[in-house]
């Protein structure tokens, strides 16, 4: 039910990381589990029913919708030959208006702006994790979104509109993410907590007011920095200063 940041310089790991928590990869040692149990033990199906992921890049062959890009996220859910019905519609429909997408149902994915197609990949994949709910309204299951550089290529307001969602995504439906980006006031801003990597090894994770210090900042990217707490907003801000092999 928490937000997780990943981050690292490139080669570090973040993406690796995010392949294996999401099955694709499998661990060298160790283990990854899912409610307690090891992704080795579960089918890819049900893996992907309770566990998406919204990649960097989205690269299409052709040219759909947005609600048909919503609904593809409910192929999990579907048996052999079968098509979407009205639940899966209405999943569908539900997901966009929640990502501020609702608007865009009939237009072609490829004339929306990068914000907007990336609030869709977020939709189709909050359409793919729908929890399902027992006969007395109980979800019976955590969702868990993993996102990978979810603001690259992206403005500012564009930036901002994608930390807005993920909070309230996280609040509202107690979503548990793992955003993968090199992005640090993006990181402060959103996360609960970070896990840092460097050449494939954590050197510090934890609460964000704990892992985000100058001496980790050095460690992770050989540049000094000073961070300090915005009164305002009460996040921390990162201001670079010397890199270090320069």
């Known amino acids: 039910g928490r937000i997780a940041g990943i981050l690292g310089p490139n080669g570090s790991g973040k993406t690796t990381m ?5 099955g694709t990869l499998r661990p ?9 149990r090891s992704l080795r033990e579960l089918p890819r199906r ?4 309770r566990l ?5 890049d989205t690269h299409l062959a052709f040219d759909y919708t947005a609600l048909e890009i919503v609904l593809m996220g409910r192929y999990p859910h ?20 929640a990502t501020g997408t609702g608007a865009f149902e009939r237009r072609p994915f490829t004339t929306l702006s990068g914000g907007e197609r990336q609030r869709v990949i977020i939709a189709s994949a909050l359409a793919q994790i729908a929890r399902a709910t027992t006969e007395d309204g109980r979800r019976t299951a955590q969702e868990v979104l993993l996102l990978d550089e979810p603001t690259a290529a992206l403005d500012l307001g564009y930036q901002l509109d994608i930390a807005a969602l993920l909070r309230d995504l996280n ?10 980006t090199h992005d640090l006031a993006f990181a402060s801003a959103v996360c609960h907590e ?14 964000v007011e704990r892992v985000l210090t100058p ?4 460690a992770l990217y050989d540049v000094e920095a000073d961070v300090r707490r915005d009164e305002a907003s009460g996040r921390m801000v990162v201001v670079p200063r010397r890199h270090l092999r320069s």
Not at 18 to 22: G, H, S, V
Not at 78 to 97: H, K, N, S, V, Y
Not at 215 to 218: D, P, S, V
């Open 18 to 22: 995010l392949k294996l928590l999401a």
């Open 28 to 36: 060298a040692s160790g283990d990854v589990r899912l409610g307690g």
């Open 46 to 49: 049900a893996i992907a029913r």
């Open 52 to 56: 998406a992921v919204v990649p960097q």
């Open 78 to 97: 579907l048996g052999a030959l079968e098509i979407e019905g009205p639940a899966d519609l209405a999943i569908a429909r539900q997901a966009m208006e």
């Open 171 to 180: 609040a509202a439906r107690g979503l548990t993410l793992a955003i993968s």
């Open 194 to 207: 970070l896990v840092l990597l460097r050449a494939g090894r954590v050197i510090a994770a934890g609460p």
């Open 215 to 218: 001496e980790n900042i050095r």
